[in-house]
């Protein structure tokens, strides 16, 4: 199961009135999102999924990203 970033949230259409649920997937937030994320004072928990994140990406090759 994929790691979530937030909470997952209803969203009505008004005109047809069918719910949506959509979900804040960690693989779906951009390298510039996640490194704000791991900067500013969040929760511990939610700094280390972010970490992990980034870590995952640097293995694929998908970012460059060094932590000190």
Known sequence: MPIK???TEKR???QTKKVSIV???MKCKSNKELLE???KPVKPKLRQKVKNEIVRRNKK???NIVFN
Do not use: S, V
Request: no cysteine; aromatic share 20%.
């Open 5 to 7: 970033y937030g909470k």
């Open 12 to 14: 009505i259409d008004r």
């Open 23 to 25: 979900h804040d997937y």
């Open 37 to 39: 994320a791991y900067n």
């Open 61 to 63: 090759g998908l970012a």
